[in-house]
């Protein structure tokens, strides 16, 4: 009788235990970050200025901060890396990266609709002389990481040519570290090398 009792308990805890989780899922997906969402979450986190993080720092990248366009930027806390600010009453994040540099480039974030957010995109005017758009990946994204794919609708995207083809930014340290990769395409595959970079809030 004892087994019984105890095997009956033990199967309760379970079922208690699962209804939990499936409760807890339920909660999770009702709380599911919105595009707007992750569109002010990014304007929230990312604005402001950015300094180029130390060489040690510069971890898992494949060799961009080593540039000598941008090697005077390392570990230099007055030097802006990368700035990020609203403009159109709040409607668009401009991104300002490596400025005043010969690698200067510039990323525009834009809801589709800021009355009707359903899609954020981005376009990145690259030092390759071209400009290629994005789509935010909502299921890659979270509150302190934002990814967005290469928009596979537009020619470049789908193109062999060589461009940025993946963007992540990944945020460390209480929001004051952020890890931003821009992962390069050519002859329709990712290329070993990638502008990837490391940056302190100033």
Same mark, same amino acid.
């Given at each position: 009788? !004892? ?6 308990? /033990? /199967?309760?805890?379970? $079922?208690?235990? $699962?209804?939990?989780?499936?409760? *807890?899922?339920?909660? /999770?997906? $009702?709380?599911?970050?919105? /595009?707007?969402?992750?569109?002010? @979450? ?5 604005? @402001? +200025?950015?300094?180029? #993080? ?6 898992? +990248?494949? %060799?961009?901060? !080593?540039? &000598? ?5 390392? @570990? ?11 403009? %159109?009453? %709040? ?8 400025? =005043? ?16 957010? +359903? ?7 690259? $030092? ?8 935010? =990946?909502?299921?890659? +994204? ?12 537009? *020619? ?13 930014? *990944?945020?460390?340290? =209480?929001?004051?570290?952020? &890890? ?14 990638? #502008? ?7």
């Amino acid at each position: 009788m !004892k087994k019984i009792l105890l095997f009956l308990t /033990v /199967v309760g805890a379970m $079922a208690f235990t $699962a209804v939990q989780a499936t409760e *807890e899922l339920k909660k /999770v997906e $009702a709380e599911k970050m919105t /595009v707007m969402d992750a569109y002010n @979450g990014m304007s929230m986190i990312l604005s @402001g +200025t950015w300094s180029l #993080s130390k060489e040690s720092e510069q971890i898992d +990248t494949t %060799g961009a901060h !080593k540039n &000598k366009a941008i090697a005077h930027l390392l @570990g230099n806390s007055d030097a802006i890396g990368t700035q990020y600010k609203l403009i %159109g009453r %709040g409607a668009t994040l401009q991104e300002s990266l490596l400025p =005043n540099t010969k690698k200067t480039m510039v990323t525009m974030y834009h809801c589709n609709s800021y009355k009707n957010c +359903t899609q954020l995109k981005a376009t990145h005017y690259c $030092a390759k002389k071209n400009q290629p758009e994005f789509l935010l =990946n909502l299921e890659e +994204t979270t509150q302190d990481k934002f990814v967005f794919d290469c928009d596979m609708s537009t *020619e470049l995207c789908q193109s062999a040519d060589d461009h940025i083809h993946k963007m992540i930014f *990944e945020l460390s340290d =209480n929001d004051n570290h952020l &890890k931003a990769s821009y992962l390069a395409w050519k002859d329709k595959k990712l290329r070993d090398k990638h #502008s990837i970079y490391h940056f302190d809030r100033m």
